[in-house]
């Protein structure tokens, strides 16, 4: 048990709670995995499907665990958002009108998470679960694989199905076919209707430690050590939030970051507004948002050295964390991140960036007003 169990990283609770349940052999027909996305939901549930039909006299063990791995059919059926496909109708398979383009992006997406259980399938405008792939499920129901104890549904994303798909499902759970173990896997259970939640065996997942996160970049993502490591305090327990980071351009933010609290705390706007729109020019959509996050870091950072507090995520720049509380002693740290976070809303709703990077600046510069 324990080399299945060690692979993942942390979740200390959730292997507990099913490795009692293994021991135990009452397994449920259900289970409901949630948590913050990149943390390991996924690759438990895989881990644990594997320990169910982990029999050593069985003829087939090495044959079965290598095709639970590979995510293959009969044994595990995969259900994930897919996009609409073009003239789609209400018989047609949860593929049937997807362009060639988006069945390859799909495939290659799915080859990507077999081979690293961390990795998030992401596939352009899919951002429902389809009632057609729902519909699959029956059909992967009754077709028998003798060999294998269980067999398993994972319903990748389980909050991104519509009332009529979560109605759909519903069903099988109320009837639950022998042999058969659905995983809901999602980041936001509270949009699954209560008579699912409340037919499923409940597994809250943790986010993840700094050395855990550099750790999972550098042997599933090839990330660099050092980089790996000066992201990881920023991931907030995510390694896929530190991904994200590295793709738009890390080391860039963080050293944009420190001039924009320069000028903005100066009140040089000009400077400021400067260094957000030449970040915003080369970075995605979402980067005003991390720009946010990683100001509110910084002022967690003020606090602590305020109170002498050690392990600080700008490690690098202690002399202006010491700076700031020499001049602004009396700065109300607390005020503004209620400010920033009303800001990230905007950035949601795709407010006008320049209105989100003014604001910004100004909001910093409040802090520099002596009380």
Request: with cysteine; hydrophobic share 40%; net charge negative.
């Amino acid at each position: 048990m324990d080399e299945i169990w060690d692979a993942i990283f942390e979740q200390e609770r959730a292997k507990l709670i099913l490795s009692k349940i293994y021991k135990e052999r009452r397994v449920p027909h259900a289970f409901l995995f949630s948590g913050p996305d990149g943390v390991g939901k996924f690759f438990t549930a895989l881990q644990f499907s594997k320990l169910l039909n982990k029999s050593e006299d069985s003829p087939h063990l090495n044959t079965i665990q290598k095709k639970i791995a590979s995510l293959q059919e009969p044994y595990l059926k995969l259900v994930l958002p897919l996009p609409r496909g073009k003239g789609e109708g209400a018989d047609d398979t949860a593929t049937e009108k997807l362009s060639k383009e988006i069945i390859e992006s799909l495939n290659e997406e799915i080859q990507k998470k077999i081979s690293n259980p961390y990795h998030r399938i992401t596939i352009e405008n899919a951002n429902t679960i389809k009632i057609s792939s729902i519909r699959e499920i029956t059909k992967f129901i009754v077709t028998s694989a003798d060999e294998i104890n269980y067999r398993f549904i994972f319903i990748l994303d389980a909050n991104l199905m519509n009332d009529t798909a979560q109605n759909a499902i519903l069903k099988n759970l109320e009837e639950p076919p022998e042999g058969i173990i659905f995983f809901f896997i999602t980041s936001d259970k509270e949009k699954l209707l209560q008579t699912i939640q409340s037919r499923c065996w409940q597994v809250n997942f943790e986010y993840l430690t700094v050395n855990s996160i550099a750790e999972i970049l550098v042997n599933y993502f090839s990330i660099e050590k050092e980089l790996a490591e000066k992201v990881a305090p920023f991931s907030e327990g995510s390694p896929l939030v530190a991904l994200d980071l590295i793709n738009n351009q890390f080391e860039d933010i963080l050293e944009r970051t420190i001039s924009i609290l320069r000028y903005s705390l100066a009140k040089k706007y000009h400077s400021a507004y400067k260094e957000i729109s030449e970040f915003l020019k080369n970075s995605s959509d979402k980067s005003i948002g991390i720009l946010s996050r990683m100001i509110k870091t910084w002022l967690s950072d003020v606090v602590k050295n305020r109170y002498s507090i050690p392990e600080y995520y700008f490690s690098e720049h202690i002399d202006t964390l010491s700076k700031f509380n020499n001049k602004f002693a009396h700065a109300d740290i607390s005020k503004i991140f209620h400010s920033l976070d009303n800001l990230e809303i905007l950035q949601i709703r795709n407010a006008n960036l320049n209105v989100i990077s003014l604001n910004l600046i100004f909001e910093i510069a409040s802090l520099s007003i002596r009380k």
